[in-house]
């Protein structure tokens, strides 16, 4: 993998986000014209050569490439409304697990965690779950799960417990929005 900055913060949010799209932009049409049961055998077997991942399939790199993007726009957008009170954020890429948690932040006496995915609406509930399950062990102030705002229908209704809240991430835009919709006291 790229070594992509893992501390965002308001001054560099945009231009990490444009390096990153960058850099997918570099797969480019890797995959060439196939027949389908071919393309599959591709999408599943061959490596890219390029872009963030270069070393995995076309398959393999569109879920960590499509989380990035949820982690990169949502830590943006958190940052530019001043949603916690953090300046910055230490993410982890791809399938990393150096921090225990996807997003991580301190500050003001206050810790977060968060974890974050893009996924189909048909898996959303089976990685929703997996994801509380383990944000429930940590004993930080704010617990985030940041994920695909097109994971779930519209006007899907969660009740985070305490210190919970849902990021609900618009991939490529600065409308995303969270339930609840700002942090509790803690």
Known sequence: MHSFERTISKTNAGSL???YLTSVEEIGNSLGDHKVL??????????LGAGPYPHVTMFEAANRILSDLVILYGVKWLL???IFPF???????GNENKNGFDICATGNG??????AFNVAESF???KKSTMLKKLAQSHADYKIIMFNHDAVKVGYKQKPSKNERFVFVRVGTNDSYMIPRTPHSV
């Open 124 to 126: 959303f509930q089976t």
């Open 38 to 47: 071919h393309l599959l055998k591709v999408l599943k077997r061959e490596a």
């Open 87 to 93: 300046a910055s954020y230490t993410v982890e890429y």
């Open 80 to 82: 530019d409304n001043d």
């Open 17 to 19: 986000i444009a390096t």
């Open 110 to 115: 206050r810790t977060l965690v968060g974890e």
